[in-house]
């Protein structure tokens, strides 16, 4: 099986696979901090109606509620803007340099006058 799970090594490089599949646990093992502070977040998020998991792989069980295994690289965004750690913020970082845009392009707007010649 191919890898689904993002990596941040000890120097900052980060690797993100084309389809991302990680469990709150490997959340929380990624951004190096406690499962239920991930899983706090998650419920959160999901509830906000931000991010929400695979609902077509397996589901856990919790109480009335039903809730996704797996969850994607939005969910993982998500997360990583709401918990402090080093990883996080690493993650952060990289993910606003990639998204963000380093130069502006300003284009000028002329409007042409209807010039009717007589």
Do not use: H
Request: with cysteine.
């Amino acid at each position: 099986m191919s890898q689904t799970k993002i990596t941040i090594s000890d120097n900052g490089n980060i690797t993100i696979p084309s389809e991302t599949s990680m469990t709150i646990a490997e959340i929380a093992e990624l951004f190096g901090i406690f499962l239920q502070t991930v899983k706090r977040e998650v419920r959160t998020i999901e509830k906000s109606g931000i991010a929400s998991g695979d609902d077509s792989s397996s589901c856990i069980v919790d109480g009335k509620n039903i809730y996704p295994s797996y969850y994607g690289l939005d969910m993982v965004i998500a997360t990583a803007f709401r918990v402090q750690s080093f990883k996080a913020d690493v993650f952060r970082k990289w993910v606003i340099k990639k998204t963000a845009r380093n130069s502006v392009t300003t284009t000028l707007i002329l409007p042409m006058q209807n010039a009717v010649l007589n």
